[in-house]
Each structure stands twice: as structure tokens, then as C-alpha cells.
């Protein structure tokens, strides 16, 4: 990202910007020091994971808000919730200092925002917990929508994930898409976050297509793709559906996780192994050549069945809750981690959005891989 990033204006972090409960206090770790070399301002849209702390340390390291003063909750929710921590302001001080310089420095007016250029508005939207708009952000939301410029949405949680269409409501009626897709609002791509991989989803609305993506690989555990089956929403098929990692590579990491958590040596799918056999569940032109010719056998089919390429009813979980109860157990430090993020060109005449990889192998830190590349025209 820092060699890729040396000339962009700024960044964006598209949700969950503190993992897992959105404490104040981890920001020093987990924000200041791994960006303290990106010289250039970094804007970010809250996920429910900023929300599980109150959304405290969110707004003071990025609106510059005072602490917030604690309320007492009763009931239930106050028993069971967890109480957001008070922040260590000595601590924080001396954590902005690692991102201390004039060029890195950016207070946004509060959660959601726009971003102006020329060429293009960029509209960060905050869905809270609940993938909700409330009345007033949704207000601002239609007012800003009208401005004439082309525009690309941030948003917490995306349109379009994993082959459903699961659209932000808004507090009175409707949906965030209804907003997105009005072709008055002139919008060319909704980016959203939560989910940890990439997706791209070419929509066609009317007569144009609007690129519906899906970047949250950029920490955390990865979610798994190889649950994805072949795409067929919104008028979008498996041939114009992108993601990364690829079903197969998604699959193969989960069979090494779990064949080395159970000491289960037969789970373990090769990538060629794993590619070979996504694409013939899928039906598709695998996009990697696999290394040697592969021969599947029942165990594979097994492994595949276990791990959750399909639906079965004994599986191992890769999903939800493998999310909620596992993934933390199963924090993986061994290269390949296949992350990514999004690098974004824009010009008068055209919006480039580009997906690399990050792995933390030194060969592709030395030459990023690009993994996907779409360009969208602005006029």
C-alpha cells in the first residue's frame, strides 16, 4: 500500500477501522503506527465494530470530538452491553504523534461526509449497527445526492455481497440503493466494507452499469469465498462476477487451517487441487492454469463438502459462525494472508478502480499483483 499510495491525495478506510470493539484506546496500535508512514490524510466511515465501543474513539481521533461522557443503562442492555472505554488521552496524544506531520493531518465534521473534487463527489455514509439511515443522515443523503457531479458511495455495508442483494434500509421507508440507483443522482460505484474479501458486482440499471464492490480484506480474518456459488443476481452472471482471493485458493486456506487445528491431514486441498475443483462445482474458466494435471478423487470431494464449498448438511464452519466463535482462535500469522485494497484514479473523463493484493510475501510487496481493474466512464 505505501508504494502504491506514495502519490494519492488521501485514503479512505471503508468501516470497522478498529477490530474487534472499536476501543480509543487501540488506536495507536492498530491505526497510528501501521499508517504513521502514509503521508497524505486518511478519512474513514464507521462499521458496527466502531459502534461496539459507542462510537467514542472513532469521533475523537477522526471529528476531533471532546470524550464522551458516560450514561448509565438500564435494563438488560445495560447488564449485558459493553460499556465503552474511557481513553487514555496521554496515551492518545502521544499515539497521534506517529502520524504527527501537516500533509497527514484531516478532521472530518462528523461520521458520513462528502469528498469533493472536479471530477467526482465521494459520499461516506455511516450504517451504525443496524444497517440503518437514520432520518437525519438520510436527509443529508438526498440532498447531497443532487449535486451534479458523478459520484461513488462509501458505505459500511455493501449492496451486494456474496451473491444476495442486502441494501441498507432507511428510516422511513426505502432503501439506500433506491438512492443509488436514481439515475438524476448520477452515482457510478457503491464501495462497501464489513465483509473481509473483495467482490465486484457490474449492475446494469437502465442504461447504464454501476459497479457494486465489496473491500473489507484489509484486516482481520479473511472471509471465505469459495461459499459464494456461481453468481446469478441482478442480472449479473458468474463470466462478469470478480473476487479475491479466488474460490479455490479460499478454499485450499480453510482445508490447511482446519487439517492443522484438527490434526486432520486428509482435509487439506492443494491450490490446484482446490481451483480444480471450485471450478467444476461453479462451472466456470478458472482463471489461474493449475500446476500439473489433477486427478479429483472422493477424498477431495469430501474435504470440499466439510469445508462448506456447497451446501451439505455437516460442515465444518467457514461462515457465520466460524465469525463469531472461531476466528480469533484461528488467527493465521503465515503468509500468504491475502488481503487487499483498492487504489483509485480519478480524471475528468474517467474513474479507475484498481484491486491489489497484500500478502505479506516480499515478492509481491516488491511488485503489488493486480487482481482486478475496472475503468468507469464519468461522462
Known amino acids: 500500500m505505501m508504494k502504491l499510495g506514495r502519490q494519492t491525495s488521501f485514503a479512505i478506510i471503508a468501516s470497522d477501522v478498529i477490530y474487534p470493539t472499536g476501543s480509543g484506546n487501540e488506536y495507536g496500535d492498530k491505526f497510528f503506527r501501521p499508517y504513521q508512514d502514509y503521508d497524505a490524510p486518511i478519512y474513514a466511515i464507521p462499521g458496527n465494530h466502531d459502534w461496539y465501543d459507542g462510537l467514542g474513539g472513532f469521533m475523537r481521533v477522526f471529528c476531533d470530538a471532546p470524550p464522551l461522557k458516560p450514561k448509565p443503562d438500564r435494563g438488560l442492555r445495560g447488564l449485558l452491553w459493553r460499556k465503552p472505554e474511557t481513553i487514555d488521552e496521554a496515551k492518545l496524544a502521544e499515539a497521534r504523534e506517529l502520524r504527527g506531520r501537516p500533509s497527514q493531518q484531516a478532521t472530518q465534521p462528523g461520521p458520513y461526509w462528502t469528498i ?30 443532487l449535486d451534479p457531479r458523478p459520484k461513488v458511495l462509501v458505505t459500511g455495508k455493501p449492496i451486494y455481497t456474496g451473491n444476495t442483494y442486502k441494501p441498507s434500509q432507511l428510516e422511513g421507508g426505502g432503501t439506500i440503493d433506491d438512492i443509488v440507483r436514481d439515475p438524476a443522482h448520477r452515482y457510478v460505484a457503491a464501495i462497501g466494507g464489513d465483509v473481509h474479501n473483495y467482490q465486484r458486482y457490474p449492475v446494469r440499471v437502465g442504461d447504464r452499469v454501476i459497479q457494486y464492490v465489496v473491500s473489507g480484506g484489509g484486516g482481520a480474518f479473511m472471509h471465505a469465498t469459495h461459499t459464494i456459488g456461481r453468481v446469478d443476481v441482478a442480472g449479473v452472471h458468474e463470466d462478469a462476477f470478480r473476487c479475491y482471493p479466488l474460490r479455490g485458493d479460499s478454499l485450499s486456506f480453510y482445508s490447511q487451517l482446519y487439517a492443522r487445528r484438527l490434526r486432520m491431514k486428509w482435509l487439506y486441498l492443494t491450490p490446484s487441487e482446490a481451483l480444480c475443483i471450485m471450478s467444476e462445482h461453479i462451472r466456470n474458466e478458472p482463471v489461474r492454469t493449475p500446476e500439473g494435471p489433477v486427478k479429483i478423487t472422493r477424498r477431495m470431494r469430501w474435504a470440499a463438502r466439510l469445508l462448506g464449498a456447497w451446501p451439505w448438511p455437516l460442515r465444518l464452519p467457514v461462515d457465520r459462525v466460524f465469525h463469531r466463535y472461531l476466528s480469533e482462535l484461528s488467527d493465521w500469522d503465515t503468509p500468504p494472508f491475502f488481503k487487499q485494497f483498492l487504489h483509485a484514479t480519478v480524471t475528468p473523463r474517467e474513474l479507475t478502480l484498481r484491486c491489489f493484493a497484500a500478502t505479506g510475501c516480499l515478492a509481491q510487496e516488491l511488485e503489488p499483483p493486480l487482481e482486478d481493474e475496472v475503468r468507469i466512464s464519468l461522462v
Open 116 to 145: 469533493e473534487s472536479d471530477s467526482l463527489l465521494i459520499v461516506g455514509v455511516d450504517t451504525g449497527i443496524r444497517n440503518v439511515l437514520d432520518r437525519k443522515q438520510t436527509a443529508w443523503l438526498r440532498r447531497v445526492s
